[in-house]
């Protein structure tokens, strides 16, 4: 979970780490949010925060079962 405008870390750093978690043959997702940045739980857009709380949940529910 990255996002697009992210000063801190840039999308690059995210993008080499799934690639190489792929290569690695892990179960593995990436989710860009456009148009956020470092603080996206606390200051991001409402819908993204809502989008981003989901992804969340949705994954601790099939991992974590």
């Known amino acids: 979970m990255h996002s697009e405008n992210d000063l801190r870390c840039s ?33 991001g857009s409402p819908t993204h925060r809502v989008q981003r709380f989901e992804v969340l949940l949705d ?4 991992h974590l079962k």
């Not at 995210?14 to 593995?28: G, N, Q, S, Y």
């Not at 994954?59 to 099939?62: E, I, L, M, Q, S």
């Open 11 to 43: 999308i690059e750093q995210a993008e080499h780490l799934f690639i190489t978690l792929r290569l690695a043959h892990k179960d593995v997702e990436l989710v860009r949010f456009p148009a956020e940045g470092h603080e996206l739980s606390r200051s």
């Open 59 to 62: 994954w601790f529910d099939r």
